[in-house]
């Protein structure tokens, strides 16, 4: 297999596309406005990225594999890479696609950047809840990430109705029943990641597919499935956008609120999986023989029982001392019994995920994505959340994965102090009920 940091020494700046270069810089630009990298010229930028390399020994330089992958045209990928291809297709449920293109169109470049945004649009355009969108897209930079673009086959996104499939060339690189629970990056591409990750599209600690079973979960739906051919050497992935059919008994109900780890994830008794046929994810289109999830689930479902850290890293702040799930001790605050002694919420320190509809945690997206934001974007944020409903400090804390005492410290009580927000119980500081509520009078004045 091609390194993705091979120095291509015949293939200079003649043979890449400058309209897709131009549209990187100025995303990069956008993301990284004070970046000492904005002044530089097309080639030492290049250099600086990753998509251009120096040999040494030669004083010799051209394109990297991966520079050649993300700005240049199809024709010229496939002189060095045969099997390069890329498809998004679409159907209503038929064999007809009703959209379709390919890196072979010839009426865009073909490249994996431009594909990207290609899908990104397409994906915004007809996802209406953003969440579901930003875990598709999600998929997708993963699918680019780690494919094998020497393999055969060519890198592949399928739309039906009741689902989309994800097909790339390239096994997997770590086990596939800890693929949604690890937290330990394996890369096949490292170029490609650091240039996807300089735009802030991907990370390098292997959590991308661990939220979007997270965002799946809390939307209810199957199980997100994941096949493994190895005669054909291709990995497919499969987002259903059915929901799960088992009912759910009062006493199973209790078990779900019940069961919530640090970051918002729930998760029902492993016996109760274990009896569930539901679970069992069938991949019709891409495998002839039915597939069981059942025990991947199961051995997935332990991952994260033993897996104590939490999503927001720079906080460190969520189960830093205890494994709550072993020892029953379900809390946000290692100091505390919970999120908020000072207001006295002794009660209860879990989120109750029935009150979390999916339009909060769409409002929330942006703040579950990036963890710099600044404070006028997660004012407004924390703002247009009080809009729909009153809201406790652990449910902020939940929706917008932050500390509780941060959420509070450096928002909820400036947005007090400006008559933004008010309290629920303005004379009971200390309720154990105690909500924030957006301020009406406030728009009005």
Not at 5 to 14: D, K, R, S
Not at 101 to 114: A, E
Not at 164 to 193: A, E, M
Not at 372 to 396: A, D, G, T, V
């Amino acid at each position: 297999m091609l390194q993705d940091n091979l120095i291509l020494e015949h293939y200079g700046l003649n043979e890449l596309n400058f309209d897709t270069i131009k549209s990187y810089r100025d995303r990069f630009a956008e993301v990284k406005p004070a970046h000492p990298w904005n002044a530089l010229e097309t080639k030492e930028f290049l250099y600086k990225v990753g998509a251009w390399g120096k040999v040494r020994d030669t004083h010799k330089e051209g394109v990297t594999l991966a520079g050649l992958l993300l700005f240049s045209e199809e024709r010229i990928i496939t002189e060095v890479l045969p099997q390069y291809f890329l498809e998004y297709r679409e159907s209503k449920g038929n064999e007809e696609w009703t959209e379709r293109f390919t890196s072979q169109d010839g009426t865009w470049s073909g490249n994996i950047f431009d594909f990207y945004f290609h899908i990104h649009e397409i994906v915004r355009n007809s996802e209406p809840q953003p969440s579901i969108a930003s875990s598709l897209t999600e998929v997708l930079i993963n699918m680019l990430i780690h494919a094998d673009y020497n393999g055969e086959g060519g890198v592949i996104l399928e739309k039906q109705p009741s689902h989309y499939v994800f097909s790339n060339p390239g096994l997997l690189l770590v086990p596939t029943d800890s693929v949604f629970s690890n937290t330990v990056s394996q890369l096949r591409n490292p170029n490609i990641v650091k240039l996807f990750s300089l735009l802030g599209l991907c990370e390098r600690s292997g959590s991308g597919l661990k939220k979007v079973k997270q965002n799946w979960s809390l939307h209810h739906y199957k199980t997100p499935a994941i096949d493994q051919d190895v005669s054909m050497h291709r990995t497919v992935v499969m987002l259903s956008l059915s929901t799960q059919e088992r009912q759910v008994s009062s006493s199973e109900k209790d078990t779900y609120n019940t069961s919530i780890d640090d970051s918002g994830n729930n998760f029902k008794d492993v016996e109760k999986y274990q009896n569930t046929p539901e679970n069992d994810v069938e991949i019709d289109s891409y495998n002839k023989n039915e597939y069981s999830y059942n025990k991947e689930l199961i051995e997935e479902l332990k991952s994260y029982n033993n897996d104590v850290n939490s999503f927001n890293k720079e906080d460190n702040y969520y189960n830093n001392e205890s494994n709550s799930y072993n020892n029953g001790v379900n809390y946000y605050n290692n100091n505390h019994n919970s999120y908020n002694n000072e207001q006295g919420e002794n009660s209860s320190n879990l989120v109750n995920v029935e009150n979390i509809d999916t339009k909060l945690w769409d409002i929330a997206v942006l703040a579950r994505e990036k963890k710099r934001l600044s404070p006028n974007q997660m004012e407004h944020i924390i703002l247009e959340l009080c809009k729909e409903k009153p809201l406790m400090l652990k449910e902020f804390a939940y929706l917008l994965e932050r500390t509780p005492d941060g959420v509070r410290n450096n928002y909820l009580t400036k947005l007090l102090r400006k008559g933004q927000l008010q309290l629920k119980y303005p004379n009971q500081p200390n309720h154990p009920k105690q909500a924030y509520l957006f301020n009406k009078k406030d728009i009005e004045k």
